[in-house]
């Protein structure tokens, strides 16, 4: 065999403009045969756990890196000796170390591009693939971490010549788009409508990094504040979730990498702190008639089968008073110096998992009938718990709740999701003693916190919004006459 059969894939980005990823289990060994699709390995990113398909069918030759190792975008990780020696045209595109590569690439795309555009989003950027030159040593390495984001299309956030080529030319393919079955398979993941995406590959197939490029491009205009949170320390992360050592004779320190979903969450919060100025504010209510109404709907045949709580009832209220209050879903645009209200509501639900704490959201969740939010909640956190959440749905989110009561805890003050302009934060709901018409009674009480940003969020609209879920809650029958 020649060096010309042996292909080498190399680590991805799966569509979240990340730089690294660590690698969490081989699937293969040197010696299997793998088809093209394939699942080799499973790698988690700051935001998600996903599983990679290999683009070739073959046999491994070699891994080059071990389970625990994080390698960067763009590095080979497996090779695979390809029957006949040769291997898709549009999978090689990422493996062109050429120089020349990059000024040649737009002369093989079609003259006309059309937008890219996928489920949330409009493409602003260019598709454009980039060569990333490999990094022998330290040096050379902190060096190639500025163009790795740009590696297979995902430079979105930096401007590049071509950038204003990439809206130049309407598109709405009529025929249905050309794919292999693994690129359709990798679009359904990431929520990515084919239609929608320029494609790249010989008689205008589209290919993986078609897909790659377009989820990129398309989340990017989301940063609000990509700078900050990129150069964030990631140290404050510790002391968020403190791991205690087994067992006291173990040794007087543990160290814990910090890196993955806990290195990304630190990042964006350090961020968010330092860039958007938060308030909080605090209001304690008698939620026992909604703590009945829960009951009520659990007994309810629209609601067989879905996870009735009071965060269904929660979030319901939160959304109507978003409805009543519009101008408190928005985000602050810093180039622009502009505030962007948005007329649709991504509820994002944090949730607590193995690996740290995501966010993913519900999607237009303002449309949503109650047994369809329900449906919803459920889902998003089943996913979550088993690790499954794809990087898409914790894209675009607009207003968050944070559900501390969970673990027992009355209060807190949320920092913002990086890029909205409100959380609600819920604190445990218990027995208290209320003046409950003229009486001093046992009633069910809670305590809410709504933590905005100051430069979009006046106190007057915060006080408005966070007095408006404080109502319906008290009296859950506003849901019906506010709605």
């Known amino acids: 065999m020649t060096n010309a059969s042996v292909r080498e894939f190399k680590m991805p980005d799966v569509g979240e403009g990340l730089t690294e990823a660590e690698i969490l289990k081989w699937f293969v060994q040197p010696g299997d045969t793998v088809t093209d699709g394939q699942a080799v390995c499973e790698v988690e990113t700051a935001k998600a756990a996903v599983e990679l398909p290999i683009p070739y069918d073959g046999v491994v030759r070699a891994l080059h890196f071990p389970e625990g190792t994080t390698v960067d975008v763009g590095t080979s990780i497996i090779a695979v000796e390809v029957a006949g020696g040769a291997a898709p045209a549009q999978e090689e595109a990422p493996a062109a170390p050429a120089p020349a590569a990059e000024p040649e690439q737009p002369a093989e795309q079609p003259a006309a591009r059309q937008p890219v555009l996928v489920g ?48 130049a030319a309407p598109a709405a393919p009529a025929q249905r ?18 239609a929608t995406v320029v494609p790249t590959g ?48 173990s040794g007087r320190e543990t160290r814990i990498p910090v890196k993955g979903v806990r290195k990304a969450t630190a990042a ?49 209220a939160l959304l109507v008073a978003i409805r009543r209050n519009p101008d408190i879903n928005a985000s602050w645009d810093e180039a622009a110096q502009e505030i962007v209200v948005k007329h649709y509501v991504n509820l994002g639900i944090a949730a607590a998992t193995p690996r740290g704490l995501i966010v993913p959201n519900i999607k237009d969740a303002h ?58 934060a819920v604190g445990a709901i218990k027995p208290q003693p209320w003046v409950h018409k003229g009486k001093v009674k046992p009633r069910q009480v809670t305590t809410l916190a709504l933590s905005f ?15 408006d879920v404080a109502a319906i809650l008290e009296q859950p029958k506003r849901l019906i006459t506010w709605a």
């Open 120 to 167: 949330y989003g409009v493409a602003t950027s260019s598709t454009r693939r980039r060569p990333r030159k490999q990094a022998q040593d330290p040096a050379a390495r902190q060096a190639a971490s500025a163009v790795q984001a740009e590696l297979n299309g995902h430079g979105a956030a930096p401007a590049a010549p071509a950038v204003p080529a990439a809206p």
């Open 177 to 194: 788009p050309l794919a292999k079955p693994p690129v359709r398979k990798l679009a359904k993941d990431l929520g990515v409508d084919l």
């Open 202 to 249: 010989p008689d205008g197939v589209v290919t993986r990094e078609d897909v790659h490029a377009a989820v990129a491009a398309a989340q990017a205009p989301q940063q609000t504040a990509p700078a900050a949170q990129q150069a964030a320390p990631a140290a404050p992360a510790p002391a968020d979730r403190p791991a205690a050592p087994a067992s006291y004779d």
């Open 268 to 316: 964006a919060m350090v961020g968010s702190a330092f860039t958007a100025p938060h308030v909080t504010e605090f209001v304690t209510v008698d939620v026992t008639r909604t703590m009945k109404l829960v009951e009520e709907l659990k007994q309810d045949k629209e609601f067989a089968g879905l996870r009735v709580n009071p965060l269904l009832l929660i979030a319901k």
């Open 367 to 424: 449309a949503r009938t109650l047994p369809e939010l329900a449906a919803s909640l459920g889902e998003l956190v089943s996913t979550a718990r088993e690790g499954k959440t794809s990087p898409s749905a914790m894209q675009g989110g607009t207003v968050t709740i944070t559900n501390v009561g969970v673990f027992g805890v009355d209060t807190g003050t949320p920092i913002l999701n990086p890029g909205e302009s409100a959380i609600l």
């Open 453 to 467: 940003d100051h430069r979009l969020v006046d106190g007057e609209l915060g006080s408005k919004v966070l007095a």
